[in-house]
C-alpha cells in the first residue's frame, strides 16, 4: 500500500515508522529541516521537504498513485487542504489530525460529511478521554477496552506492600476469569511465564471480563479507594477538556494555570472547579495547595519537562496517583525513575488511532504501549492457521500471549488445550519483535 504523510513531528514521524515496518510503501513530507534531517537518518520512507498542502508537492508525491493520505501536521487548515486535494485525486482513504474544535465534534458528524475526511483524529480529546478512564478504575492508571466494550485490561504499578511484589507468578492468586497477560520492566515488555517473579515498579497488565476488572485490579494493588480529588496542571486544550469531563462524572477538580488570561478562561468554563493561577512550579507551591491531599494529581501543560518534574514533586510529596502528559518519545522512560506513575502520549494516542483505521479488517483493534508492546485485538478467520486448533499447538511465537477471547457474547479466558474458532475475536498481548509473526499466524 502506497501511502503519503504530511508531517514529521511525533504523530507522524512514529506513524511512518510503523507503516513502514508493515510493508508501506511510505512517502513523508514535511517543511521543517531539522525534522526532515531526522526521518531521512531514521526511517525507511521517502522524504520530500515543503508544505504538505501544497497541490505541486503532493503531485511530486505521487498522490495519484496513492492508497492512503494522513495529514499529521501541526496545522489544522494544512491538514484539511490536504485531504481535500487527495479526494480529489481519488485518493481513496483520508485521515487528519486536528486540534480545533470547530472542526470536531464526535457527537455532530455534518463536519465530517461536509469535508469529505474518511477519519478525523482529535488527540487532546483522545487524551483527556484515557485519563478520565484510568482515574475511573481505581489502583490502575491506565484501562483500555476491546471487544465490543466486552473485554478490559488494566494497566497496574506494583508498589511496596502490593501482596503479589516477590511471588512467583504461579503462586499469585487472581479472581476466576482473569489472568496476568503481559509486565512491562524498567520500560521493557515481557511475556510472563508462571515462574515469573513480579517486582516492586513492574507494570502488569491484568485481563479480564468488563464488569470483573475492579475485582481482579484490587488483588494486586495497594490503594484502590475512589479517587474523587484531582489536581490538574496545566488548562490548555487536554487540561480544560479533562477538568470538564471529570466534574461530569462528580469529580472535585482543581486547575493550576501559568497564563493569567488563560487561567480566567477556564474558570469561566468549569461549574464548580476552582482554577489557580501560577507562573512557576515548586514543591513548596504544591504543599501549600494541599498537593500532599489529593488523590490523584495530572500534569499536562505543553511542556513534558515540566510535567514530569511537577508529576515527581506531587508523588513525592504523597499523591495518591500521577500521571504526565508527554509528547517526545525520549522523555517517557524517565517517567519510572521519576516515580511517575503513567505517562500519557498525545503521540501514541494517535499512532493507535491511525492503526486501528488502516489495519481494518483482521485487526478490530490495537492499544500501543511505550514499551514498543502492543494489546492487538484480531478476529480469527477462515483458513487461518489459528482456526480450528487448540492454542497449544498453534506455535505462538515466545514474545505474545492470548490474554482472551469473545466468543458468541462470552468472555474466555484461555487455556492451551482452547480450540479458537472462526469468528472468535482474540485479544493478544504481543512484544514489538513478535508482531509480525502473530499478524501472519491469523491472517486468511
Do not use: W
Not at 28 to 47: G, K, S, Y
Not at 391 to 399: A, C, T, W
Request: charged share 25%.
Amino acid at each position: 500500500m502506497r501511502t503519503v504523510i504530511i508531517g514529521a513531528g511525533e504523530v507522524g514521524f512514529n506513524t511512518a515508522r510503523m507503516l513502514s515496518h508493515e510493508g508501506h510503501d511510505v512517502v513523508l513530507i514535511e517543511q521543517d529541516e531539522a525534522l526532515v534531517e531526522r526521518a531521512t537518518e531514521q526511517l525507511d520512507a521517502l522524504m520530500i521537504h515543503g508544505n504538505g498542502a501544497s497541490p505541486r508537492l503532493l503531485a511530486e508525491a505521487g498522490i495519484k498513485k496513492s492508497d492512503l493520505l494522513i495529514a499529521a501536521s501541526s496545522s489544522d487548515e494544512v491538514n484539511i487542504i490536504a485531504c481535500l486535494a487527495a479526494k480529489a485525486q481519488g485518493v481513496a482513504r483520508t485521515v487528519a489530525r486536528v486540534h480545533n474544535p470547530d472542526y470536531y465534534d464526535p457527537r455532530e458528524p455534518f463536519t465530517q460529511e461536509m469535508l469529505g475526511i474518511d477519519f478525523l483524529i482529535h488527540t487532546e480529546q483522545m487524551a483527556a478521554e484515557e485519563i478520565k478512564a484510568a482515574l475511573l478504575v481505581p489502583g490502575a492508571v491506565n484501562v483500555d477496552t476491546f471487544a465490543e466494550d466486552s473485554i478490559e485490561v488494566a494497566e497496574v504499578v506494583l508498589n511496596e506492600g502490593s501482596p503479589v511484589v516477590g511471588r512467583a507468578l504461579r503462586d499469585v492468586n487472581l479472581p476466576s476469569g482473569s489472568l496476568v497477560v503481559g509486565v512491562v520492566r524498567s520500560g521493557k515488555a515481557l511475556v510472563p511465564r508462571g515462574h515469573t517473579v513480579l517486582e516492586r515498579r513492574d507494570h502488569v497488565l491484568l485481563i479480564s471480563g468488563r464488569r470483573q476488572i475492579s475485582e481482579v485490579v484490587g488483588a494486586v494493588a495497594t490503594d484502590t479507594a475512589p479517587v474523587r480529588d484531582v489536581t490538574v496542571y496545566g488548562g490548555g486544550r487536554i487540561g480544560l477538556r479533562l477538568a470538564l469531563a471529570l466534574e461530569e462524572v462528580g469529580m472535585s477538580v482543581r486547575v493550576i494555570e501559568r497564563d493569567e488570561v488563560r487561567a480566567r478562561y477556564v474558570a469561566s468554563q468549569l461549574r464548580k472547579g476552582f482554577v489557580l493561577h501560577d507562573e512557576g512550579i515548586s514543591r513548596d507551591f504544591l504543599l501549600q495547595e494541599r498537593v500532599d491531599k489529593t488523590d490523584a494529581f495530572v500534569a499536562v501543560t505543553g511542556d513534558d519537562r515540566a510535567n514530569l518534574l511537577a508529576a515527581m514533586y506531587a508523588s513525592q510529596l504523597g499523591a495518591r496517583t500521577t500521571i504526565a502528559g508527554v509528547s517526545r518519545a525520549e522523555f517517557a522512560p524517565l517517567a519510572d525513575a521519576l516515580g511517575v506513575d503513567l505517562t500519557i502520549s498525545p503521540r501514541m494516542l494517535a499512532a493507535e488511532a491511525i492503526l486501528r483505521f488502516v489495519r481494518k479488517g483482521e485487526v478490530v483493534d490495537v492499544a500501543l504501549l511505550e514499551s514498543g508492546a502492543e494489546m492487538i485485538e484480531l478476529r480469527i478467520p477462515e483458513g487461518s492457521r489459528v482456526a480450528g486448533r487448540p492454542l497449544g499447538e498453534v506455535g505462538f511465537p515466545e514474545g505474545a500471549i492470548v490474554g482472551a477471547l469473545l466468543r458468541d457474547g462470552d468472555v474466555v479466558i484461555p487455556t492451551g488445550k482452547e480450540v479458537l474458532r472462526p469468528g472468535d475475536d482474540a485479544v493478544v498481548f504481543t512484544i514489538e519483535e513478535a508482531i509480525d509473526d502473530v499478524e501472519r499466524l491469523f491472517a486468511p
